[in-house]
């Protein structure tokens, strides 16, 4: 079940993703030390890092989890090149468990 719900949620998501005309938006996701930014169309969103519930990577996404049914997708395609993905990986996860333990 531990690894099940996880995918599940992850196929889910990624349904959404490809069916959803919203998906086809150019979408924006920036990140400091403090914040993560996403910006689609005429929305612009913030969240501190404290609020994120998950951040993951698979061979070809980035995760973002809001909670554990809601993320954002991150095509490592979407970047320039596989270390500039990388490099937004390790900095968003460094980003979260940073402020995961200063939350506790």
Known sequence: ????SPL???LTQLLIF??????RRENQVEIT???L???????DSETDWAKIYDVSETRKTILL???KNSAIIIPKSAFDSSDDADVFA???SKHWLLAKDTTF
Not at 1 to 4: D, G, I, S, T
Not at 18 to 23: A, G, M, T
């Open 18 to 23: 490809v069916i959803s005309p919203v998906s």
């Open 37 to 43: 930014f996403k910006s689609s169309g005429n929305k």
């Open 1 to 4: 079940m531990f690894v099940a």
């Open 65 to 67: 989890f809001y909670n």
């Open 33 to 35: 030390s403090s914040k």
């Open 8 to 10: 599940i949620n992850y």
């Open 90 to 92: 390790k900095a968003s």
